[in-house]
């Protein structure tokens, strides 16, 4: 069964930082790119990070460039997104999701999301 | 960067109903037009990629065309498990998405 459970949301200080995780299985994890997305409260999906399958090449949206880092451990079917100087409105539940293998910033596979609210 | 617009933002339509939402691209994006369904409280699901290929599994009453600029995602007999928020996304080399289309039933 094809899955993506991601964790390391929570509530944070504007500023602080924060790591979530995104486990895979199911699949050969180690040949997909895999990307970050998110939804702020009531709002629409907003692209954020992707990686490629292999980890050599990474992309940011213009809103979090410079603050985050979107990594993988291909030996632990993981992916990962280190997020620093948080700020509020990178308040979202923030979704990892997988790339159709041939068609790029396609997401055939999402995971069931995990929450981070930035917050004094 | 290529900018996603839907129409409408929200739409209320009775049991049975055809329903169009349509999605236009700031510039030519060929056929590289998806479109996923949010249910509330769910996460995304792909229903159609490559402006009009279904996806597994999608019930044969959604339906997806256009190229170029201007997409629009039917759906020929509205059920009540339609009931969910539509994305279109622009994929192939960076990703953007419309800023949904709320369905409603009546």
């Known amino acids: 069964q094809v899955e993506l459970v991601e964790s390391g949301g929570g509530v944070v200080q504007p500023g602080r930082s924060l790591r979530l995780s995104c486990a895979a299985s199911?699949?050969?994890?180690?040949?997909?790119?895999m990307h970050w997305v998110r939804q702020a409260p009531g709002k629409g999906l907003e692209w954020v990070a992707v990686?490629?399958?292999?980890?050599?090449?990474?992309f940011y949206a213009d809103s979090v460039k410079g603050r985050f880092t979107v990594s993988r451990d291909n030996s632990k079917n993981t992916l990962y997104l280190q997020m620093n100087s948080l700020r509020a409105e990178d308040t979202a539940v923030y979704y990892c999701a997988r790339e159709v293998r041939n068609s790029e910033w396609l997401y055939d596979v999402w995971g069931q999301g995990t929450t981070v609210t930035v917050s004094s | 960067d290529i900018q996603m617009t839907q129409s409408p933002s929200s739409l209320s339509a009775s049991v049975g109903d055809r329903i169009t939402i349509t999605c236009r691209a700031s510039q030519g994006i060929s056929n590289y037009l998806a479109w996923y369904q949010q249910k509330p409280g769910k996460v995304p699901k792909l229903l159609i990629y490559?402006?009009?290929t279904l996806q597994s599994g999608v019930p044969s009453r959604f339906s997806g065309s256009g190229s170029g600029t201007d997409f629009t995602l039917t759906i020929s007999s509205l059920q009540p498990e339609d009931v969910a928020t539509y994305y279109c996304?622009?994929?192939?080399?960076?990703?953007?998405f419309g800023q949904g289309t709320k369905l409603e039933i009546k």
């Open positions: 990686i490629s399958y292999n980890g050599r090449a990474q």
């Open positions: 199911g699949f050969t994890f180690s040949s997909c790119g």
């Open positions: 996304q622009k994929y192939n080399s960076a990703s953007a």
């Open positions: 490559a402006a009009s």
